[in-house]
């Protein structure tokens, strides 16, 4: 065969990722791999990998889509496959997601991968059929602008503010996440949210607003992450934010501007890992329903204290005055993007089926560190 023939062959292949073990034994059955099979794959793989990149998906999601469909051959494939052929995007980031040309140009990439993790050729293409299995399953996301941030009067960038703000409340929440005492943990989680409403308020009185909001994905551990969700649709309301979640991806899109996204992310992570915790020492959490329902209780009373410190920064705020119109402007436009990105949202419950949990998970969240 071609190689042309052979990557129509791996192509028509990926399109039955359930039967990749047979299609790799008909296309590779001796003891070496052909030179021309392995051309065939990089030749398969470079154009989904453009194609997805063209339609939103960054190194992280290619690398977070392969932990949860392929197994950590295929997976590690998918990753090379990027750094080999992603060639418009960040290398910072590629590297931050693990792809990273190690390999020579002395011979084609896939045999000198199927070398290294110990492959027959055989197992190999199994591997390269699962991944461009996946490949081919990535649908066009939709993605927003990041604008770049605007400096503050008197030349100074926000970077060097932004970066202060938030390591002290990386660092409130860290404390948090460790603290054996749940009132501590509350009283810290409180007022790392305190700190970034407060810094919001700040940034929007003396920055001009980029002309578009921005969009970033935050992955969900599976299970339960419809009911993970929750928290971050609630953590992102009260950080103005719009949030949609992803069922067939395990994501979370939100849409905001990029200082209040990372405020999104910090407090959504630091959250789920208190809640977690919590959620596992717990004697009766044991159950499907308890923790599912734990974890809907805890989000619906996260979203009611983030809502009244939000309110409460608000009013002490010696600007409020000044703060209204432009944060109703604020919210304006942040709804606009959203709904530009998202025109079709279709709002869905999330079923509690233990009063145990339920309850459980109210007194988790009362006492939960915001920050502080």
């Known amino acids: 065969?071609?190689?042309?023939?052979?990557?129509?062959a791996l192509l028509a292949a990926a399109q039955d990722p359930k039967r990749a073990r047979q299609h790799a034994r008909r296309l590779a059955p001796g003891f070496e791999l052909p030179a021309g099979l392995a051309e065939a794959a990089d030749r398969a793989a470079g154009p989904l990998i453009v194609r997805a990149c063209r339609g939103g998906w960054l190194p992280e999601d290619f690398r977070q889509a392969a932990s949860r469909r392929v197994d950590e051959f295929a997976g590690s494939y998918v990753l090379d496959a990027l750094a080999a052929h992603?060639?418009?995007?960040?290398?910072e980031s590629l590297a931050e997601a693990g792809a990273v040309r190690w390999w020579t140009g002395?011979?084609?990439?896939?045999?000198?991968?199927?070398?290294?993790?110990?492959?027959?050729?055989?197992?190999?293409?199994?591997?390269?059929?699962?991944?461009?299995?996946l490949l081919l399953t990535l649908p066009v996301l939709a993605t927003a602008p990041h604008p770049r941030p605007a400096a503050h009067p008197g030349g100074g960038g926000v970077d060097g503010?932004?970066?202060?703000?938030l390591g002290r409340v990386r660092a409130l929440l860290a404390k948090a996440e460790s603290s054996s005492f749940p009132e501590e943990a509350e009283a810290l989680s409180a007022k790392a949210q305190e700190l970034m409403t407060r810094y919001a308020f700040d940034r929007v009185l003396v920055e001009a607003a980029p002309d578009v909001a921005s969009s970033r994905r935050i992955w969900l551990d599976t299970p339960y992450t419809d009911a993970k969700s929750l928290l971050v649709h609630v953590v992102a309301q009260a950080n103005r934010c719009?949030?949609?979640?992803?069922?067939?991806?395990?994501?979370?899109?939100?849409?905001?501007?990029?200082?209040?996204?990372?405020?999104?992310?910090?407090?959504?992570?630091?959250?789920?890992?208190?809640?977690?915790?919590?959620?596992?020492?717990?004697?009766?959490?044991?159950?499907?329903p308890f923790r599912k329902s734990f974890l809907v209780s805890y989000a619906t009373r996260i979203g009611e204290r983030l809502e009244q410190a939000a309110d409460?920064?608000?009013?002490?705020?010696?600007?409020?005055?000044?703060?209204?119109?432009?944060?109703?402007?604020?919210?304006?436009?942040?709804?606009?993007?959203?709904?530009?990105?998202?025109?079709?949202?279709?709002?869905?419950?999330?079923?509690?089926?233990?009063h145990e949990g339920w309850g459980a998970g109210r007194q988790a969240a009362d006492r939960a560190r915001l920050g502080e």
């Open 1 to 8: 065969m071609s190689e042309t023939d052979l990557r129509d």
């Open 312 to 354: 409460s920064t608000l009013a002490a705020a010696p600007d409020s005055a000044d703060l209204l119109p432009v944060l109703a402007s604020h919210d304006k436009r942040v709804a606009t993007a959203f709904s530009t990105l998202f025109p079709e949202v279709v709002h869905k419950s999330v079923t509690v089926r233990s």
């Open 161 to 165: 503010v932004d970066g202060k703000r």
């Open 242 to 288: 719009r949030a949609v979640f992803d069922a067939r991806w395990d994501f979370v899109t939100v849409v905001g501007d990029e200082a209040d996204l990372d405020a999104v992310a910090l407090l959504t992570t630091s959250l789920l890992l208190q809640a977690t915790r919590t959620m596992i020492a717990d004697p009766a959490g044991r159950s499907r």
């Open 106 to 133: 002395a011979e084609p990439h896939l045999m000198q991968w199927a070398a290294k993790h110990i492959l027959t050729p055989a197992e190999a293409v199994t591997a390269v059929v699962e991944a461009l299995g």
């Open 86 to 91: 992603a060639t418009a995007v960040d290398p």
